[in-house]
């Protein structure tokens, strides 16, 4: 019997007056995946992950997630999925241990499983150490440890992530990286991300889909979207390409495939 994925959208729509911002978005996103959504600023990433996690209503069409219909089992969605948005959500002048107190509170954690929970959480995000500092003393890779802390205290069988790792240096978004891989590994949990940075989506996504104008352009692996244009391109090349810019034609990627290589056989 064919699995019933995690998430499926079905002509999902969302208008802002006259702008079209997700555009009968078809997708389905399998239990278990990490599934990367790319694609441009403005592209309807945030707006999907927005309309996913019950933040915002669709204008049109329908959606299932962990099971639920978007619109009429929305208290049911949120008890099955965690969230983690770009801005900040941790508080910096509680502790690290106030906030997910606070989280394991807002989602209804019963009272007498917080504080295994949260030990939990905080071992698995590698943070317990500093559980007691203020938040506002944190580095910001321990913050977004802190965040997906937050987001894990009701064990929620789908993590949405927009923009994990923005504006972390290499070390903070490694760190992420490491313990997000931890998690897929320990509870295959069904991660669906946004982000801009293509190496983070080759390492972390089974499948990637770009997105444009709130439409899917493409959508494979990250493997398969590279072998599309050609020997030696990378997932960067596929964003710039899908996006519009000045390399439409094969040839003109092509050429520039040659010219890094000669570049580096050169010095």
């Known amino acids: 019997m ?108 019963p009272a007498s499983e917080r504080k295994p929970r949260i030990a939990e959480a905080l071992d698995f995000m590698q943070i317990t150490d500093s559980a007691n500092k203020l938040v506002r003393h944190y580095s910001g890779g321990m913050i977004r440890r802190l965040e997906i802390a937050q987001s894990l205290v009701n064990r929620p069988d789908i993590l949405f992530l927009d923009e994990p790792t923005v504006g972390l240096d290499p070390t903070g978004r490694h760190s992420v990286w490491e313990r997000l891989q931890a998690l897929w590994k320990k509870w295959n949990t069904t991660i669906l991300m946004t982000t801009h940075y293509m190496d983070e989506a080759e390492a972390l996504c089974h499948r990637v889909a770009f997105i444009q104008l709130g439409r899917i352009m493409e959508l494979g692996t990250p493997a398969e979207l590279k072998a599309k244009l050609g020997p030696g391109a990378t997932l960067d090349d596929v964003f710039i390409h899908l996006s519009g810019s000045e390399q439409q034609e094969a040839d003109g990627f092509h050429s520039t495939i040659g010219e890094r290589r000669s570049i580096q056989r050169h010095g």
């Open 2 to 109: 064919a699995q019933i994925p995690s998430i499926e959208t079905r002509q999902l729509t969302r208008r802002f007056g006259a702008r079209l911002a997700v555009d009968n978005l078809d997708l389905q996103v399998a239990a278990g995946e990490i599934f990367g959504l790319l694609g441009p600023n403005g592209a309807g990433k945030t707006t999907t992950i927005r309309m996913l996690t019950t933040l915002l209503q669709p204008t049109s069409g329908d959606a299932r997630v962990a099971g639920f219909d978007l619109r009429h089992e929305a208290f049911e969605v949120r008890r099955h999925i965690g969230y983690v948005p770009q801005m900040l959500s941790a508080d910096p002048e509680l502790t690290g241990y106030e906030n997910l107190l606070l989280f394991s509170k807002l989602y209804r954690v």
